[in-house]
């Protein structure tokens, strides 16, 4: 099971090098978000299936996981950005940061979105040439 709190021995300078290190991923995320969608897109004109019915539907769909993802990341971000830090922080910080809800939001939803877009591009390429 992943630890969902900082150890009693490790201090705020750490805390918050940690803190920069979760904000730099979130960022990462929020551009997971929004490239692939545009590379799924690339791949798929490269293999000229880009107009076809099942990638359409393939990159909806993982627009459809994105999108949440991608706002919940960005709420997250401007909770932890744009407000100013009072006494208590870090523990209110490492509450959200650590929690199932955040993972699920932003791992989970970004490969269930990449799943999607690449079986409708792997089914756009199989009816393309036959094979399905």
Known sequence: MKATTWGKDVDEATRRDQFKLIYDYIKFHIGLYLSTPAALALVADGLGVKQTKPFAIGIVVAMMFYLPAG??????????VNDPWQGGYLGEFEREAFSSTR????????????????????VAGLRKHGLL
């Open 103 to 122: 993972r699920t939001m932003h791992h989970t939803l970004y490969w269930l979105g990449l799943v999607a877009g690449l079986v409708g591009l792997t």
């Open 71 to 80: 706002i919940h990341a960005a709420m997250f971000m401007a909770r932890n």
